[in-house]
C-alpha cells in the first residue's frame, strides 16, 4: 500500500498540534484534571460550611452567662494561642458533634474582634 506524500507531514501536524493544544489549555485555559477539581470543590465547600457556622458561633459566645470571662481568657491569650482558648471556650464545638473544631474557631475569632474596646455593662449602656 502506498500512502500519499502529504500524510506523513498531517500526521505529524496533528501530533504536534494536539499536543500544544493540551499544553496551552492546561496551562493558560484553565483546564483542569478531575482530581485537581474534585479538591477545588472540597476546599470550597468547607470554606461554605466554615462561613455558615461562624453566626452560630458568635451567638453561643454571645448567649453565654460566662462570656465576660470566657473574653478575658481569650484576650490574655498570646496572639497564636487565641484560637485554642476559643476552642476551650466551648464556642467552636458546634451542635451535634464532641470536637471543636479548627476553622470555624479561626473564623470566629476574627469575626469576634477581641483586640476591640471592652464590652459595657448592659446597666451602663445609653439608651437616650
Known amino acids: 500500500m502506498n500512502a500519499p506524500e502529504w500524510l506523513k507531514p498531517g500526521i505529524y501536524g496533528a501530533v504536534i498540534g494536539g499536543a500544544l493544544v493540551g499544553v ?3 496551562t493558560w485555559g484553565g483546564w483542569v484534571t478531575g482530581g485537581t477539581a474534585n ?3 472540597m476546599a470550597m465547600s468547607q470554606e461554605d460550611v466554615v462561613a455558615s457556622m461562624v453566626p452560630v458561633c458568635l451567638e453561643m459566645a454571645q448567649s453565654d452567662p460566662a462570656r465576660a470571662e470566657k473574653l478575658e481568657t481569650i484576650r ?3 496572639t497564636y ?3 485554642d482558648a476559643l476552642m ?3 464556642w467552636a464545638t458546634m451542635p451535634g458533634t464532641d470536637a471543636p473544631n479548627r476553622d470555624i474557631a479561626q473564623a470566629c475569632l476574627a469575626a469576634l474582634d477581641v483586640d476591640a474596646l471592652p464590652e459595657l455593662p448592659e446597666s451602663a449602656v445609653d439608651e437616650g
Open 24 to 26: 496551552v489549555g492546561f
Open 76 to 78: 490574655a491569650a498570646s
Open 88 to 90: 476551650e471556650a466551648g
Open 81 to 83: 494561642q487565641r484560637r
Open 39 to 41: 479538591d477545588r470543590a
